[in-house]
Nanobody
Framework: QVHLVESGGGLVQAGGSLRLSCTAS??????????MGWYRQALGKQRELVAS???????NYGDSVKGRSTISRDNAKHTLLLQMSSLKPEDTAVYYC?????????WGQGTQVTVSS
């Protein structure tokens, strides 16, 4: 069982930036053996990919955040990071952390990000 806890959400003005963190705990040695990612779900919409990083370190970004976001891992702290800039009101959503390991998918509880215009 992998436990994921997100933090770093909050209220941000349009054009601003923020950094989300996802700290993993559980019976694993290092998070770089997991595929991990950030997803978001706006009110009334489906959950969508924001950014992901594979076990091999390859990254993938959703079209809506390309060029404005960077996903990274701090393996020593078992933490997945998401740096976002030039935030827009349409970035408002609950942001979820996800990990895939040993055939299992785990989700965090989510952190709310609200971007005011």
């Amino acid at each position: 069982q992998v436990h994921l806890v997100e933090s770093g959400g909050g209220l941000v003005q349009a054009g601003g930036s923020l950094r989300l963190s996802c700290t993993a705990s559980g019976p694993f040695f290092t998070i770089n053996l997991m595929a991990m990612g950030w997803y978001r779900q706006a009110l009334g919409k489906q959950r969508e990919l924001v950014a992901s990083v594979s076990r091999g370190g390859g990254t993938n970004y959703g079209d809506s955040v390309k060029g404005r976001s960077t996903i990274s891992r701090d393996n020593a702290k078992h933490t997945l990071l998401l740096q976002m800039s030039s935030l827009k009101p349409e970035d408002t959503a609950v942001y979820y952390c996800r990990s895939d390991t040993n055939g299992q998918t785990y989700w965090g509880q989510g952190t709310q990000v609200t971007v005011s215009s």
